[in-house]
């Protein structure tokens, strides 16, 4: 089976562009999360799907991040516009719906901005 | 609120030696205490999680890990370090066991020859 994967596994944009980020799922997993770290600091939550319904947001730093899951699968995190302080590894995970679940995660996406 | 403070964000060790990687936890209800691993270009891989059964957990490849409420602590341990062992070891709290992971800062572990 496959494990949750993201993608691009790099990207280096300057300040001021667009950067989309995806994460699929393990197949079947309906809760899916993001998490941020940035350079030097813990991991940290930015929000949390249970299929397609937005379950916690209150970790997304500002109105610059849009996450989307359509249709309960795959997701998307835009950053719009990008900024310095966004740089860090992205990391999504999923996890069954069910007490005590692990939660699978992706290798993440490390994102520069310049 | 939830915390998690890991002593510590490098360990050295020589092969061979005891392993024992330091986490200390805060919650306002019984947590769920998770430690996960990250080698280098990889994701984070769970070692063991904590869910209220035993309070000694075993986990992959020879860790083990105390769950101690008396010392809000969830120390990870491993009676020998192999070279594979290098990494980077997060422990993380949660709430519920499938809500948001809190996460402290990490260790990496250098294992020496």
């Known amino acids: 089976e496959a494990g949750v994967t993201q993608f691009p596994s790099h990207s280096v944009i300057e300040k001021g562009q667009t950067v989309t980020l995806r994460c699929d799922p393990i197949?079947?997993?309906?809760?899916l999360y993001w998490y941020r770290r940035v350079m030097g600091k813990e991991i940290k939550f930015l929000l949390h799907?249970?299929?397609?319904?937005?379950?916690?947001e209150s970790g997304m730093p500002n109105n610059r991040f849009l996450a989307e899951r359509t249709g309960g699968t795959y997701s998307t995190l835009k950053v719009q516009p990008a900024e310095l302080e966004d740089s860090g590894v992205y990391f999504c995970?999923?996890?069954?719906?069910?007490?005590?679940?692990?939660?699978?995660f992706g290798p993440g996406t490390r994102l520069t901005v310049l | 609120a939830q915390s998690v403070t890991q002593l510590g964000s490098h360990v050295s060790v020589s092969e061979g030696a005891l392993v024992l990687l330091r986490c200390n936890y805060s919650?306002?209800?019984?947590?769920?205490l998770f430690w996960y691993v990250q080698y280098p270009n990889q994701g984070l891989q769970l070692l063991l999680k904590?869910?209220?059964?035993?309070?000694l957990v075993k986990g992959i490849n020879g860790f083990e890990a105390e769950f101690k409420k008396s010392e809000t602590s969830f120390h990870l341990t491993k009676p020998s370090a192999h070279m594979s062992d290098a990494a980077e070891y997060f422990c993380?709290?949660?709430?519920?066991?499938?809500?948001?992971?809190?996460f402290g800062k990490g260790t990496m572990l250098l294992v020496s020859p």
């Open positions: 995970a999923s996890s069954q719906d069910t007490l005590g679940s692990e939660q699978f």
């Open positions: 197949s079947g997993h309906d809760n």
């Open positions: 799907f249970v299929k397609e319904s937005k379950q916690d």
């Open positions: 919650s306002s209800v019984p947590p769920y």
């Open positions: 904590y869910t209220s059964a035993a309070t």
């Open positions: 993380a709290v949660s709430d519920s066991g499938y809500s948001t992971l809190t």
